[in-house]
């Protein structure tokens, strides 16, 4: 099973930026979709991002403008920058590929995002 290993959260000031990590044990290229989530305590997981195998990406009206999914096939990585945070998007934030054959879904770990002065 390819293994989802994500980096880059921590705390950030609002209006600061991060960029999140999604790096794969294997080629992403067959990937049919990657993207992101996020879960904040006593809220529902809800999309953040998502990229097509080509390249069609997608984000909800709360992040929109602000967040930007990026692919990097030859580093099997999945990068989410994240620019004018608001205490709002903290959260937990997963990474997700799903398999373009076997439609099987894979999770990162999850990495912590707190934006808060």
């Known amino acids: 099973q390819v293994q989802l290993v994500e980096s880059g959260g921590g705390l950030v000031q609002p209006g600061g930026s991060l960029r999140l990590s999604c790096a794969a044990s294997?080629?992403?290229?067959?990937?049919?979709?990657m993207g992101w989530y996020r879960q904040a305590p006593g809220k529902q997981r809800e999309l953040v991002a998502t990229?097509?195998?080509?390249?069609?990406?997608n984000y909800p009206d709360s992040v929109k403008g602000r967040f930007t999914i990026v692919r990097d096939n030859a580093k099997n990585t999945v990068y989410l920058q994240m620019n004018s945070l608001k205490p709002e998007d903290t959260a937990v934030y997963y990474c997700?590929?799903?398999?373009?054959?076997?439609?099987?879904?894979?999770w990162g770990q999850g990495t912590q995002v707190t934006v808060s002065s």
């Open positions: 997700k590929f799903l398999g373009g054959v076997t439609m099987t879904e894979y």
């Open positions: 294997r080629s992403i290229f067959s990937f049919r979709s």
């Open positions: 990229i097509t195998s080509g390249g069609s990406t």
